[in-house]
């Protein structure tokens, strides 16, 4: 039987959460929550720490109208000039900060393609990168992605083979996140 995702957050959450503090675990399995801005519910780790709840419907949203999906492929849906995202090819057990330090790592070379294919820098709040990393990571929400999800803004600069669209294609091998090495999650 494979975990859904929220069972699967659940578990790293009271995993990290038992690290830093058995009582915090306990709240946190128990479902304890607090409102940042009366808008979104995070759960707390540490004093001062939270975590957002990650919504992979919202993350399949941002990730075309964002532009991932210019670059970024999930089922065939998308670029190829980084690499494909698809669930299926990522660890079971997954630490999103993890997957953020990957993203990290190849923060020059993504901001310099997202410069060339998109004109500027992606912007993200940290709830936006959370509903990513969700949808990233869910199957069943990545089977929804399709072409009518990208906005035609996104969708032009995607069939743009002239004027400078793909032309990162050097980049293309060196550039992306691996996550699928084979390391366990951290």
């Given amino acids: 039987m494979t975990p859904t995702l929220r069972e699967l957050q659940a578990g790293m959450i009271c995993g990290a959460l038992g690290m830093v503090s058995p009582a915090a675990a306990q709240d946190a399995s128990q479902g ?12 707390m780790m540490s004093p001062g720490l939270i975590v957002p709840t990650m919504n992979p419907s919202n993350g399949r949203k941002l990730f075309a109208e964002k532009g991932c999906v210019v670059c970024h492929s999930i089922n065939g849906v998308g670029g190829g000039d980084a690499a494909a995202l698809d669930a ?15 993203m990290w790592a190849g923060a020059p070379a993504m901001i310099e393609m997202q410069k060339q294919e998109l004109g ?8 936006e990168l959370a509903d990513i990393i969700a949808f990233v990571h869910d199957a069943d929400e990545q089977k929804k992605l399709s072409e009518a999800d990208i906005p035609p803004k ?3 600069l995607m069939h743009s083979d ?4 793909h032309e990162m294609n050097q980049m293309k ?12 999650p951290q």
């Fill in 32 to 43: 304890s929550s607090m409102m940042q801005s009366g808008q979104m519910s995070h759960r």
């Fill in 88 to 102: 299926s090819t990522m660890p079971p057990m997954m630490n999103p900060f993890e997957f953020t330090a990957q």
């Fill in 120 to 127: 500027e820098q992606i912007e993200f709040t940290g709830q």
């Fill in 154 to 156: 996104i969708k032009k």
């Fill in 162 to 165: 002239t004027e400078g669209g």
């Fill in 173 to 184: 091998q060196g550039s992306g996140m691996k996550m699928n090495d084979g390391q366990s």
